[in-house]
């Protein structure tokens, strides 16, 4: 209890304290598992579909399975995080993940390993809101954009090691030994998170509450939060279906369509997530600074001219930087999400508005995959990519209108 008081005097100062590095340490450790794990499954979907015999829809089926049990375990664990704890929920998540995901190296056929994967993404679904909750409560108000590009950065730091270890491993281990590794991120993440404990604005508010409120109706408490929950649901769903419609098949595309190896495409994807973290990084910083709405505009603005930019091009080299700019403005939003959430809603419904909303854009976004391969099949990789724009557009519309400037508001 003492701990926790010296935590609350330290956040409400703006200082940092060991706590707080440790629930960042925590969150964001967390949530690049998940995305090592998300991108594995794309570099391995040509070699999965050839061993299991698998249709073009049935590989896109995979992601999106992994996505629909995400959306789900999102809704319940995050509402779970809210009435239990959010350093306890984590545990049981990366529990129920790594157990599937270990499963999903012994499948036999489309049927089964869809079903491991669907699983595995229950537990998945619980991190981002979680750990984004558990951040912004551990930090102080004047960093708090800033930490959640932290956590952020997580996503994309696991996404970068699949990028340029599968290509190296694969090819002995195998698509069976890639799933095995992706669940050792997971027993590092569950001993860290032991050396935790709950928040003190998260503690306070379960004392002060002998009952629980129903969190899901504090979504839509009033006209003014209803709107900001519509807002938040086009622009998590815009943000989904943009990244996962890219990622997951721009390998294919760069081996398919560029004639770039294995290896090339790890590092042309590499390029490509670096510029998403640079952008993720910068987001942050500058949110903390001049505000989240200025940021969010910027970036959907950048994220229309250059999903029309990077359509236009042909030759590998061009390809490689535009994609780096590219994802700097596509997914550098991502770094924003986590801080609006936890500053839009209150402790009670903090992990709850997390979930619940990240992950209905997870359900639209997966949609993404299939979509974006559709169309790719149908016309080009390069016609999907620009068919985004549109997207991206309706974002720059939810944003003026729906979306509150909360720069240094203090969580309640």
């Known amino acids: 209890m003492e701990s926790s008081i010296l935590d609350a005097q330290q956040n409400s100062t703006g200082l940092v304290d060991k706590y707080a590095w440790k629930a960042l ?13 998300m991108l594995i499954l794309g570099f391995m979907l ?25 959306v789900i375990g999102g809704i319940l664990f995050g509402a779970l995080s809210d009435r239990y704890g959010r350093v306890h929920v984590l545990t ?20 089964d390993l869809l079903a491991y994967r669907t699983l595995a993404g229950l537990g998945l679904g619980g991190e981002f809101g979680i750990g984004m909750a558990l951040a912004a409560e551990a930090w102080p108000a004047s960093k708090r954009a800033r930490v959640s590009s932290y956590v952020a950065l997580g996503w994309q730091t ?16 195998g698509w069976r030994g890639m799933f095995l590794v992706g669940i050792l991120p997971a027993f590092v993440t569950w001993a860290m998170r032991k050396k935790l404990h709950e928040p003190e604005v998260f503690m306070r508010q379960r ?15 009033d006209r003014r939060t209803a709107l900001t929950s ?7 769903s815009v943000q989904n279906f943009g990244y996962f419609g890219i990622m997951i098949w721009l390998p294919s595309f760069l081996s398919k369509q560029m004639g770039l190896s294995l290896t090339q495409s790890g590092l042309w994807t590499a390029i490509t997530v670096g510029g998403m973290m640079i952008g993720i990084g910068l987001f942050g910083q500058l949110a903390d600074r001049i505000g989240r709405k200025p940021m969010f505009l910027l970036y959907q603005v950048g994220s229309v001219i250059m999903a029309i930019v990077y359509a236009q091009l042909t030759s ?10 590219m994802g700097m403005f596509v997914n550098g939003m991502v770094g924003g999400y986590g801080t609006l959430l936890s500053e839009a809603y209150p402790t009670a419904a903090r992990a709850t508005a997390q979930n619940v909303l990240w992950n209905v854009g997870r359900a639209v976004g997966g949609l993404g995959p299939v979509a974006v391969g559709s169309v790719a099949a149908h016309y080009s990789f390069q016609t999907a990519i620009a068919m985004l724009a ?16 909360l720069k240094n508001v203090e969580l309640v």
Request: proline letters at 6%; charged letters at 5%; one cysteine or more.
């Open 25 to 37: 340490a925590g969150s964001a450790l967390g949530y690049a598992m998940d995305g090592f794990d």
């Open 46 to 70: 040509p070699t999965i579909a050839v061993a299991l015999k698998l249709t073009i829809p049935q590989s896109g089926a995979l992601a999106t399975g992994t996505l629909v049990g995400a």
């Open 92 to 111: 049981w998540t990366i529990l129920l993940f790594a157990i599937f995901t270990g499963l999903c190296a012994f499948a036999q056929g489309f049927w």
């Open 158 to 173: 696991g996404v970068l090691l699949a990028a340029l270890l599968t290509p190296l491993w694969l090819p002995y281990i």
């Open 207 to 221: 004392q002060a509450t002998s009952k629980g409120p129903n969190r899901f109706k504090l979504l839509v408490a």
């Open 230 to 236: 519509l807002g938040m649901v086009i622009l998590c």
């Open 316 to 325: 590998p080299a061009a390809t490689l930087w535009a994609g780096a700019l």
């Open 390 to 405: 549109g997207l991206y557009v309706l974002d720059v519309i939810a944003t003026l209108w729906l979306i509150p400037e």
